[in-house]
């Protein structure tokens, strides 16, 4: 079959023959016809991510659109590696296959469902989310955190922030539900301020951070109580992504000073099978009222082409 086939973790993968995966007793075969390159593809491609096994060769991809032996149409997970999405054919375990609605074509779901798992986990899975609670996004500005607004929405989020650089994406978040919007295109000292100021006039419930890094440690440091005469605010600080920066400075006050509640959510703090729950009930949602993302599509074969390019919104390949 052909593949998007990694050899090194400093290299894109190049597109080539690779041997078809055989279905073990609790597997089955897909047929793939759709595929998102993620963020998670990408750092699991370099060997960066923690899920990564070092093994190469390694066919990318953790998710795609396809059709089952059966000509069921379905959306899968790749069961092991060195099988990933991003081939002609995959492997899955039938719990890791979910059936689509025939109102979803195959590019859109691609696209959309890892994005819109990292919150709609977050906030079913991590926490219990409840209508009526306000919800801060930082880093709101790409496909996961425009999704994040739309999804917080849905649940009857109160008010909604949304945190960015790009002035653009902000001003689409808001078009897309936000309340409020941050920029962080500003000194540390005002983006403090501006946390602060949003904290104290409008209760925060929730935070959902796709960026880490400075980020991450401005919008603690706003966090933090001053004087001992204060009531302390429950806050669920929930940890997605770190695309600003893998650590940060915590002080150990932040913690004290605070109903700080730090956790995080992703593959390993989530079960496989809530994940897939919360991808079954993305794409019922989807089906009644679709959501918003950007997306482009291109045929394999230009992965090695394409894999690098800062195109808009999620790129979406296709054997």
């Given amino acids: 079959m052909n593949a998007a086939v990694v050899h090194s973790f400093d290299n894109p993968p190049r597109y080539e023959t690779f041997a078809d995966p055989?279905?073990?007793?609790?597997?089955?075969?897909?047929?793939?016809?759709a595929a998102g390159l993620h963020p998670i593809v990408k750092s699991l491609a370099k060997g960066a991510h923690y899920g990564s096994t070092g093994q190469l060769p390694l066919i990318p991809g953790v998710d795609g659109v396809g059709r089952l032996e059966s000509n069921e149409r379905v959306l899968f997970g790749s069961a092991r590696p060195p099988y990933g999405t991003f081939a002609q054919r995959s492997i899955a375990k039938p719990f890791m296959c979910t059936h689509l609605p025939d109102e979803l074509d195959d590019a859109t779901v691609a696209a959309l469902i890892n994005p819109a798992m990292s919150s709609w986990a977050a906030l079913t899975q991590r926490?219990?989310?409840?209508?009526?609670?306000?919800?801060?996004i930082l880093g709101a500005t790409g496909a996961a955190g425009h999704l994040a607004v739309q999804i917080a929405k849905r649940f009857g989020a109160k008010r909604i922030v949304a945190?960015?650089?790009?002035?653009?994406?902000?001003?689409?978040?808001t078009s897309l539900g936000a309340d409020a919007t941050i920029s962080l295109n500003?000194?540390?000292?005002?983006?403090?301020?501006?946390?602060?100021?949003e904290f104290a006039r409008h209760k925060i419930d929730v935070v959902l951070d796709y960026l880490w890094g400075a980020p991450a440690e401005a919008l603690l440091s706003a966090i933090v109580q001053k004087g001992l005469d204060h009531e302390s605010s429950r806050i669920r600080y929930i940890q997605i992504g770190n695309s600003a920066g893998p650590t940060i400075?915590?002080?150990?006050?932040?913690?004290?000073?605070?109903?700080?509640?730090?956790?995080?959510?992703?593959?390993?703090?989530?079960?496989?099978?809530?994940?897939?729950?919360?991808?079954a009930a993305i794409l019922k949602e989807a089906a009644k009222k679709p959501f918003q993302i950007q997306f482009t599509t291109a045929p394999l074969s230009d992965v090695e082409k394409l894999w690098n390019s800062?195109?808009?919104?999620r790129l979406v390949f296709q054997p």
């Fill in 22 to 33: 055989v279905p073990e007793a609790d597997e089955v075969l897909v047929n793939v016809t």
């Fill in 127 to 136: 926490i219990a989310f409840t209508p009526g609670e306000s919800i801060l």
């Fill in 163 to 173: 945190v960015g650089r790009n002035p653009q994406a902000l001003e689409e978040a």
């Fill in 186 to 197: 500003q000194d540390r000292d005002a983006l403090v301020s501006a946390f602060r100021d």
């Fill in 249 to 279: 400075n915590l002080p150990a006050a932040t913690l004290r000073s605070s109903g700080l509640e730090l956790l995080g959510s992703g593959f390993g703090s989530v079960p496989m099978d809530k994940i897939f729950a919360a991808l």
């Fill in 310 to 313: 800062d195109s808009e919104g």
